[in-house]
């Protein structure tokens, strides 16, 4: 029995043309994520890493190549609930609670909402906001609406998990909490995950597969796979093996 | 908000029972043009005597401003849900409604209670005066949304619709109400304009026209006060929903990508050039159909044609030229004056608000309430002190302009960052030099808005004020047209002066849109 991947890009190109200058977003972009691994995209401004993300989830167009969503198109796999999404930004509707916000999914997706109370209860649960069911976005903290984003984007039980900086928007002391609770999550749930990132460490920290990119073409110059076992613990950070991933990323990136 | 509301609210209160004593002692002592402003005591005695006459005027205003209310914001909001949806339709439709946006209600009342019956006029006249401000709001409302909220949504496979329904309608409820607000004044004064035109027996405008020739001050100045009350009561409700709504659930972030602009650059050039033939044909095709539709006799309502007919063609088309002619001089140039005057005023009080901001704080009360005035009530109350002369004509045009153009000029000047006024106070930059580098440009862009949606408020006070006032220009023209049953000539000045309306705005666009280019700014819309 041959596999199907969660998440494969077959020489993906995307230019952005707008008057008389254009530029070269993806260029033959290939990428593989086994179901259930968890892939970091990394690279500097620019070089696509969220435009391919936008890609798989078929919020953008591409010029050639073939995009498949756990054997689907991402059109079809978004529109069937096999995908789940977190921005870099919670972007939280501010008129709607917490559990309704989680909910929103459902809502889109035609599904009815009064049938999913327990797993909604179990989401808030699992990011830790219980007790903060009826609170709206404006009443949290930064770090409480991006769980509130992360249990949003769980909720359809996806096969597939896109997550664009989640943390971006957050400190570094808690960044580095949510990333053990996102790794905690992501083993309960064991879905196929793609995190686009600008952190190395966060990248390295997270991921099965590190693929590091590069601008002016967007494309990928390599895929660096982390052997850590799991789970792993914040202690990981100080170890001489974990830095010696993260310099040897930081060459790939800068080019050496 | 709450903090910066809180310490106005106070010294306004204060500056009212000031005022309230200095209108008393003045009118007891018949200090202002011989007793043309009566004591606050005599209006309320007088008030308390005419006590059986209000409920029933009040109530017929409120119900056909009610109505108007209603149908004109269902027909808005729908409408801009539409022109968001399909960007070609509201370019089908601007000519449209700028014509609804800058046609003086005064000039089609008596159309319209020529070619409607019953209650209908009013409603009508209301529904036309909230529809471009809710129409506009909703516009913009749902043109802002937040592009990361929609993009949550459609990851998931969801469609504009769906977008529209889960993010961009309820974002734009802030907008709408701020509309709505804005709005409901303005459906007060079409009712009471439709009532003057004519036909009703109940109304505070009917009530207005039957004491006007009285000489009893106290009981014009019942009614105006009345009338303001009502269209004050009907802003404060608005200001209190949106308040209550706003409270909780206010952004919690701010959005840093813009929404996609809906620009038509790649359409193809004949399509470009049919929309915009379109949407000029367009208000003439309705006004073909309206007349069509309500199957009033072609004698009493002119359709586009018959105005050329009237004007050009006819036997007696030479004489309707030149009663034009003669009308259009006296009224442009006193619009004009009362226009730069107003919008000169406002322009210097608000560039030196940064310097006295206690004056600005307790003035904008006084200048937001006097925009919720319904202008056909106070303009007798102005005849009354002013006389009959031009004088009354020049300052109902400059206040007019100048109140509505100071809010917004204000508002703008707030705007500004402080950071960027601290830069050149970093410098040593005196007050003079900081006013010239930062208040004067930042006020520019809403120096030629305010121009832009003054311009039917001037064209409509003036006509009010010739009309009941000083018996010259346009506004006369149609009076003693409707005196004469001179049709043609009604329908010709309606025509005429919304064309003014709408040409005058177009010309303030234009050089608005190459002066705040060149300066690389941006149209307030």
Known sequence: MTEVPGISLRNVCKTYRSRGSQVVALEGMTLDCPPGSFTALIGPSGCGKSTAMRIALGLEDYDSGEVRIAGQAPATATAGGVTGVAFQDAALLPWRSVTRNIALPLEVLGRDPARYGHEIAKLVELVGLKGYENALPGQLSGGMRQRVSIARSLITSPEVLFMDEPFGALDQIRRRQMNVELQRIWQETRSTALLVTHGIDEAVFLADYVVVMHANPGRVVEVVEIPFPRPRRDELYGTPEFHALTDRIASVLHGK | ?525
């Not at chain 2, 000039?107 to 409607?116: F, H, K, N, R, S």
């Not at chain 2, 705007?415 to 960027?420: E, G, N, T």
């Not at chain 2, 009604?490 to 709408?502: E, G, N």
């Open chain 2, 1 to 525: 908000m709450e903090n910066s509301r809180r310490p106005w609210r106070s010294p306004a209160l204060r500056n009212l029972v000031i005022l309230l004593v200095v209108w008393e002692v003045v009118g007891q002592l018949k200090l202002l043009a011989g007793g043309a402003l009566p004591p606050v005591s005599d209006i309320l005695v007088r008030f308390w005597q005419d006590r059986g006459d209000y409920p029933g005027h009040v109530a017929a205003t409120v119900w056909s401003s009610t109505l108007g209310f209603v149908i004109g914001n269902i027909l808005a909001i729908a409408s801009g849900v539409l022109f968001v949806l399909f960007p070609r339709l509201q370019r089908l439709a601007r000519g449209v409604n700028i014509a609804i946006f800058a046609l003086p209600a005064i000039a089609i009342a008596p159309i319209l209670v020529l070619t409607l019956e019953g209650n209908a006029p009013r409603v009508v006249l209301a529904a036309l005066g909230v529809y471009f401000v809710t129409m506009t709001a909703t516009v913009v409302g749902l043109s802002q949304y937040d592009t990361r909220s929609a993009d949550v949504i459609r990851a998931y496979g969801g469609k504009d619709w769906q977008v529209m329904r889960l993010v961009r309608l309820r974002g734009a409820i802030p907008d709408i109400l701020g509309g709505l607000r804005i709005a409901a004044p303005n459906a007060v004064l079409g009712a009471i304009l439709a009532e003057f035109g004519g036909g009703g027996r109940w109304g505070l405008g009917t009530y207005l026209l039957g004491s006007l020739g009285r000489g009893e001050p106290a009981r014009l100045w019942g009614i105006g006060l009345m009338a303001t009350l009502i269209a004050g009561l009907s802003y404060a409700i608005f200001a209190l929903i949106s308040a209550r709504v706003l409270g909780a659930t206010r952004s919690v972030s701010l959005n840093t990508a813009l929404p996609p602009a809906d620009y038509d650059a790649d359409a193809p050039l004949a399509l470009r050039i049919a929309l915009a033939l379109g949407a000029a044909a367009l208000p003439f095709v309705l006004w073909w159909a309206f007349i069509r539709l309500t199957g009033v006799p072609e004698m009493i309502a002119k359709t586009p044609w018959g105005v050329v007919d009237y004007l050009f063609l006819a036997d007696a088309s030479a004489v309707a030229r030149a009663k034009l002619g003669a009308a259009l001089m006296q009224t442009l140039p006193i619009t004009a004056l009362g226009m730069v005057a107003g919008l000169g005023f406002a322009f210097l009080l608000a560039i030196s608000s940064r310097m006295m901001p206690g004056f600005i704080r307790a003035f904008m009360p006084i200048a937001l309430v006097t925009q919720t005035m319904p202008l056909v009530a106070l303009t007798p109350l102005l005849v009354l002190m002013l006389g009959r002369g031009l004088s009354v004509t020049l300052w109902i045009t400059i206040s007019v302009t100048f109140f509505p153009a100071f809010v917004l000029l204000v508002q703008g000047i707030q705007r500004v960052p402080q950071s960027v006024l601290d830069v050149p106070r970093a410098y040593g930059a005196s007050a003079w030099k900081e006013l010239r580098m930062v208040s004067i440009p930042a006020a520019l862009p809403y120096l030629f808005a305010a121009t832009r949606l003054t311009v039917p408020r001037a064209l409509l006070g003036v006509m009010i004020a010739e009309w009941l006032a000083t018996g010259t220009g346009l506004g006369n023209l149609l009076n003693q047209s409707r005196g004469y049953l001179d049709y043609g000539m009604i329908w010709t000045v309606a025509s005429v002066s919304v064309c003014l309306s709408v040409a005058f705005y177009y010309a303030v666009l234009a050089v608005e849109r190459r002066t705040l280019t060149r300066l690389g700014m941006q149209v307030v819309e």
